[in-house]
């Protein structure tokens, strides 16, 4: 099925550090989300983006959703080791088509 | 009530045999919807619910048959699944169109 692209990969960074992470899609969507995910468990919604252009933040967690509506970054500020996990961008189609569809994740490690 | 429930959290099961796995939200909802996951890959559209009906299948193999009796319930009935069907099945819900999805923890699935 259709991924997004998600990069870095993965990240192991030191506690207190900024971190950033993007995603990029050949299509175009009407939503986009970022989520994460711990072990064991589903993924929890972090922020939800609705207009091209938008900025949202949440906590230390700033997003943007691009002008183009193709793609999406996320930034974490000042780094803590609960922020260990799976980071997922998700674009929506939105409508009558209903899909989410995930990009291929941010490992992030942080060391205390 | 702001969760999605799966059950069961945990599945051993044989090529020959069939079992089900439930998902529950109260949230009022009128979208759910089927993921499978491998391990550190993302999460994979199988199946969209809207207004308890079938609304989208991702040409899943038809020994995964999903049934929605309510809004409220969604159902993954599994019959001679393979070896390679290990993974976690992921539950999710929303309101609709271009609403974050609400996931549940999952059912890690062990075919054995």
């Known amino acids: 099925g259709q991924q997004l692209n998600q990069s870095p990969q993965s990240m192991f960074i030191q506690e207190g550090e900024d971190v950033s992470m993007n995603c990029t899609s050949s299509?175009?969507?009407?939503?986009w989300l970022w989520y994460k995910q711990e072990p064991g468990e589903g993924p929890v919604l972090l922020i939800a983006?609705?207009?091209?252009?938008e900025l949202t933040s949440n906590g230390r967690l700033t997003a943007q959703f691009g002008i183009t509506r193709k793609d999406s970054f996320l930034n974490i500020s000042a780094s803590i080791p609960s922020d260990v996990g799976i980071y997922f961008c998700?674009?929506?189609?939105?409508?009558?088509?209903?899909?989410?569809?995930f990009g291929t994740g941010t490992l992030l490690a942080v060391q205390p | 009530d702001t969760e999605v429930t799966q059950t069961p959290k945990h599945l051993v099961m044989g090529m020959t045999n069939k079992k089900s796995l439930k998902c529950e939200q109260h949230m009022g909802h009128r979208a759910m919807y089927w993921y499978k996951q491998k391990a550190k890959k993302p999460p994979e559209l199988m199946f969209v619910?809207?207004?308890?009906?079938?609304?989208i299948n991702e040409s899943v193999p038809s020994r995964f048959s999903p049934e929605c009796p309510n809004s409220s319930l969604l159902n993954l009935h599994l019959h001679a699944l393979q070896p390679e069907d290990s993974a976690l099945y992921l539950c999710?819900?929303?309101?609709?169109?271009?609403?974050?999805?609400?996931f549940g923890s999952g059912t890690r699935l062990t075919v054995v």
């Open positions: 619910y809207s207004y308890e009906k079938l609304s």
């Open positions: 999710a819900s929303s309101q609709g169109g271009t609403a974050g999805y609400t």
């Open positions: 299509s175009i969507f009407n939503t």
């Open positions: 998700a674009g929506h189609y939105g409508g009558a088509t209903n899909k989410l569809i």
């Open positions: 983006l609705y207009k091209a252009g």
